[in-house]
């Protein structure tokens, strides 16, 4: 065991591979490295820009080829302005394709007859590439040299090595196995593929492309989900048809079947030899090694899925389960690769195998995956968070058995009297009148529907509701212990147990539903492969907007595929010479390094919708950030009292100074005046599960603001909730939410020089009761305001002492929802609320662990 932790990571002991792995054969040129040695050799060597003249000109061509179609291109190179002054060297969309193109970069036969007797023919094309190449590409590839793994690890949180953790692929069993069936010295490139048919059109025609995708587990999963990267490559389009040469529906989708499959053989025929007998690489560090690029997941939705395993829509593409035993509690053997080979070349011969239909096989008898090396495809078909838990079990399943029981008039009702947050979706609609969810919205109602159905749905309906969020939240963490994973299984145990009510409720008549079985697979995916954050289906489609929509909206929309084919060619080797210059700028070669994507900081923050900018320093301690001005100046006692609802300011403010100010003699003056923020950005506390891009939320507090626009509502006033630290020794003595207490947030702001210095900004905060153990019935924390003498309970305290945004959801009860919380502020007008675990990862990750 060593122990491996940067400063910021949490520390992690890893168990090192036992075999010599990832031997250096010698050293080689990466690609940046030849193509600065082919400048060199043609003079080029101070112009890394060619075939560009400058810097400038490689802008503008950078631009042009991204963002302007031919034509505009044309139009702008014959402006008078663009001839007389920028003066590129390319005066036409002709010749600047011409630069471009300098820059380093099947058929079927059917059972209809013709005219001439002769059976029907089709012919396919194919566009692809080869894999391999694209592995060299990858794993070779400079940028990613700090993100590149070549060998397995077993990883603990512990130093004994009894909690095990797993989060990237090389942390999985299946890398660590696979390592042992190779030679010694071999390193193993993890291939991932992943496909998706998509339509190209968007609101009359059918036009439709189905890409293929490629990229390997050696890179960070955080850096390959990113489209910017371009850790993931297209490898190729499939060949859509309609079949028309074939007799009747039956016939088509076999033919579809098994053209997907020999096109699929083809793409994947140089992974044979490579997979087998390994091939020297050059790889990102300069070292050459011997890569065997081996097929390890596959990334699709249950329709695919089922297509890559030569079975029916209806079983599970993993396992045998049986057809009605879908929603029994028990684990089903996986579908066994010799054995679903053996019976597929049984049926082809004319025998009647009891397994191809046992097994609800298709009559597919050249599987593209039969011939792989070291490949048992039944277990590299990953988990689909998308399509099988947002979209299926959850939004198709649950939401819409809920929205049965509580009517749909009410669910809506309840969305719309849900309370704000910063960042979150109001439904003010409802969400019966959404034509069309994407992943987002189905997150977005994951945040709330627990409070929604508190109440109104019978306990049993709702412990089965917790737990497919809890399995669902579960399934989204980027890292996993041996813990978490065991949560993750009593989430599913504890839905089994009360699934049958919504049988009582004559909501569903059985369980025999795939999606729900899939949920099964998950732990044994996550321990085998590492995280199923790094196969989710919401990769693909956003590569699709740049790999399939962006280049057939360049194309004439005739002979497209062909056309968007080139042109992705062109915009890949534009990318590819704005990384070499990034990688001569990292050198020095060209002074300061240009903007570029891939030389941002991995844990850079994201960005607010508000003017405030929160500084990359607030990453590396903790902390809080509030703008570098006040946008309410001199704020008077009044004001704060009726637009900020700071009741008591002065008494609670007079509170604060004798604790804080002892020996001043000043006291708080109900003439005196105060800047005010309108929000503060807290850093989130470290949760080794959850992405470091998610530490940062926002707490406000400002009244309604009027919009410059005289014929547009002003933008609502915002008193966000927060938790506070009330006792700072409890805090961080204990766990959970030990020491913490609730309260809204009415007013940050500075304290006055004449009062005494103090290093923190100050927030007016209304308390809400403390926090006890949760309400038997739904498991949540139950609150309501807390109260002194009639009135609302009030402090003044540090801004320092805010911990993160919370959310409370109004207890709506079984009651009708009250109208005036529609159009309210429902945190004014309800009595009750819930603590909502569900709002992010942060808070559901404290709490869940109290559970």
């Avoid at 990237?168 to 890398?175: H, L, N, R, S, V």
């Avoid at 990359?616 to 902390?623: D, E, K, R, T, V």
């Amino acid at each position: 065991m060593e122990e491996v932790a940067d400063e910021e990571e949490p520390t992690r002991f890893a168990k090192v591979f036992p075999r010599p792995v990832a031997d250096v054969l010698g050293v080689g040129q990466t690609v940046f490295e030849e193509i600065q040695e082919s400048q060199v050799d043609m003079g080029l060597e101070k112009n890394p820009w060619a075939p560009f003249d400058d810097e400038y000109e490689w802008g503008l061509a950078e631009w042009l080829s991204k963002r302007v179609n031919k034509t505009a291109t044309d139009e702008f190179l014959k402006l008078a302005i663009t001839k007389n002054c920028t003066q590129p060297s390319f005066t036409s969309n002709y010749t600047f394709q011409k630069k471009l193109d300098k820059l380093p970069t099947v058929t079927s036969t059917g059972d209809r007859v013709g005219g001439d007797r002769k059976p029907l023919t089709e012919q396919h094309e194919l566009w692809r590439c080869d894999p391999v190449e694209c592995v060299r590409d990858l794993i070779g590839n400079p940028a990613f040299k700090d993100y590149l793994s070549y060998v397995p690890e077993q990883v603990f949180a512990d130093p004994q090595g009894k909690t095990q953790v797993y989060d990237e692929m090389w942390t999985g069993d299946w890398w660590w196995n696979m390592q042992e069936r190779l030679p010694s010295g071999a390193v193993v490139a993890p291939v991932i593929l992943a496909s998706d048919k998509t339509n190209l059109t968007r609101f009359r025609g059918d036009k439709a492309a189905w890409p293929i995708y490629l990229t390997i587990g050696n890179i960070k999963k955080d850096i390959r989900r990113q489209p910017s990267k371009h850790a993931t490559v297209l490898i190729g389009y499939l060949p859509i048809s309609k079949m028309l040469h074939f007799k009747d529906d039956e016939g088509r989708q076999i033919a579809h079947y098994r053209l997907f499959h020999n096109c699929m053989r083809l793409v994947t025929k140089p992974l044979v030899d490579a997979g087998r007998h390994g091939v020297d690489m050059i790889c990102a560090d300069r070292n050459i090694r011997c890569i065997h690029p081996i097929l390890a997941a596959y990334i699709a939705d249950h329709p695919e899925q089922c297509l890559i395993a030569c079975c029916k829509e209806n079983h599970c593409p993993r396992c045998v389960v049986g057809t009605k035993h879908h929603g029994d509690h028990f684990d089903s053997p996986l579908r066994d690769v010799n054995e679903t080979r053996a019976t597929l070349e049984c049926h082809k011969n004319g025998e009647d195998p009891h397994l191809f239909e046992d097994h609800s096989l298709r009559a597919i008898y050249f599987p593209f995956w039969s011939h792989l090396p070291h490949t048992d495809i039944f277990m590299y078909i990953t988990p689909d968070i998308l399509h099988q838990l947002h979209k299926g079990v959850f939004k198709d399943h649950i939401v819409s058995w809920c929205s049965t029981i509580i009517s749909d008039a009410e669910f809506d009702t309840h969305f719309q009297a849900m309370s704000d947050f910063h960042g979150l979706r109001h439904f003010k609609r409802g969400i019966s009148t959404v034509s069309q969810w994407t992943c987002t919205e189905h997150k977005e109602m994951q945040r709330v529907v627990l409070g929604v159905i508190a109440g109104a749905v019978e306990p049993r309906v709702f412990r089965a509701a917790r737990a497919v969020l809890d399995f669902i939240y579960y399934a989204q963490y980027q890292a996993h212990t041996d813990t978490t994973l065991a949560r993750m299984q009593e989430a599913l145990d504890v839905f089994h147990v009360n699934k049958d009510v919504f049988v009582e409720l004559r909501l569903h008549q059985h369980f025999n539903i795939p999606k729900v079985h899939s949920m099964r697979h998950y732990v044994q995916s996550i321990r085998a492969l590492g995280s199923a954050d790094g196969f989710n289906s919401e990769s693909p489609e956003r590569l699709h907007i740049d790999y399939a929509k962006d280049a057939y909206q360049a194309s004439s929309k005739v002979d497209y595929i062909a056309q968007m084919t080139h042109w992705l060619e062109l915009q890949e080797a534009v990318f590819r010479h704005g990384m070499f210059l990034n990688w001569v700028a990292s050198k020095g070669g060209l002074g300061e390094p240009l903007d570029s994507d891939l030389l941002e900081d991995e844990d850079e923050e994201p960005t607010f919708a508000d003017s405030d900018i929160i500084p990359s320093g607030l990453l590396a301690s903790h902390g809080y950030h509030v703008a570098k001005s006040c946008p309410f100046l001199a704020v008077s006692v009044s004001r704060l009292q009726t637009d900020f609802g700071t009741i008591d300011f002065i008494p609670t403010l007079q509170t604060f100074l004798t604790h804080h100010f002892p020996h001043s003699s000043i006291s708080a003056s109900q003439y005196d005046q105060f800047d005010l923020f309108k929000s503060v950005s807290l850093r989130l506390p470290r949760r080794d599960h959850i992405s470091d891009l998610k530490r940062l939320n926002r707490v406000r507090a400002h009244p309604a603001i009027p919009n410059r626009d005289c014929r547009k509502p002003p933008s609502p006033a915002h008193f966000d909730v927060a938790f506070v630290v009330e006792d700072h020794q409890l805090w961080e003595s204990g766990t959970g939410l030990d020491g913490l207490r609730l309260a809204q947030i009415r007013a940050i702001f500075k304290l006055p020089s004449h009062y005494g210095k103090f290093p923190h900004p100050l927030a007016y905060v209304e308390w809400f009761r403390p926090l006890r153990d949760p309400e038997p019935a739904t498991n949540l924390y139950r609150l309501a305001r807390s109260t002194r003498n009639q009135w609302r309970f009030a402090s003044v305290i540090s801004v320092r002492d805010l911990l993160q945004a919370a959310h409370l959801m109004p207890r709506f009860g079984s009651s009708k929802v009250d109208v005036s919380w529609i159009n309210g502020d429902v945190l004014e007008l309800a009595d009750e609320f819930y603590v909502n675990p569900y709002i992010n990862f942060h808070i559901f990750d404290t709490i869940q662990h109290l559970y």
